[in-house]
């Protein structure tokens, strides 16, 4: 039997059903899961395998649980299937990003809502035509900003870019296509993208 229960957890997150709330956050890190688990009612360690560590909790008497990512697309992409298969359908990506357009470089800023993500990344395309747009939920968006502004905080909402390179964008001098990617970075600066990252695109 316990044999059995084992074989029920999905293979990477190591979580089953029942183990995490419809309501999933997801930072990359595995340590900031421990971070926002705090802010939970009654959080417990559920699993760490990997690059997944994830905690569940309450708030509001709500059960809602954290898992980490890992970086880039294609591990988002493992996390946020193997959650749904556990029972998960809202997911909100929490983390950094770089700032792009002219607009994100305000340093008052204490963040960004995103709306829409540049589908910049191989992963999605594995799943539908790239022509397909990825957009944030209105409804959780607009949740997520009056939260934010009944809290007091300083923010902007737009696009961000999702893509796989990290460094395509820190040292493009160092990548035989630089003129390439300097010329799409100025594409997305010109269009208002505001920050750049590597998983959100799977969130939306």
């Known amino acids: 039997m316990a044999h059995g229960a ?3 957890k999905k293979y990477h997150i190591q979580c089953k059903k029942g183990d995490v709330g419809r309501y999933v956050l ?3 890190d595995p340590f900031r899961t421990d971070l926002i688990a705090a802010y939970f ?3 417990r360690l559920v699993a760490h395998n990997r690059e997944h560590k994830t905690w569940t909790g309450t708030l509001h008497g709500v059960p809602v649980s954290v898992t ?3 970086m880039g697309c294609p591990s988002t992409a493992i996390a946020v299937e193997e959650l749904i298969e556990c029972g998960a359908d809202t997911f909100i990506r929490v983390g950094t990003a770089g700032r792009v357009s002219d607009r994100a470089q305000d340093r008052t800023l204490d963040g960004v809502i995103n709306t829409a993500a540049v589908r910049d990344e191989g992963t999605s ?3 539908i035509p790239i022509e397909y747009p990825a957009v944030a939920d209105r409804h959780i968006v607009d949740a997520l900003a009056r939260a934010a502004k009944g809290l007091g905080y300083n923010f902007i909402e737009g696009i961000t870019q999702s893509k796989d390179s990290f460094y395509g964008q820190h040292r493009p001098e160092s990548m035989p296509c630089e003129t390439r990617l300097k010329e799409r970075w100025e594409a997305w600066r010109r269009g208002n993208v ?3 990252e590597m998983e959100s695109y799977q969130a939306l």
């Open 6 to 8: 084992e074989e029920e």
């Open 26 to 28: 997801l930072p990359g």
């Open 68 to 70: 980490s990512t890992g």
């Open 125 to 127: 395309v594995q799943y």
């Open 41 to 43: 009612d009654n959080a």
């Open 194 to 196: 505001l920050t750049s």
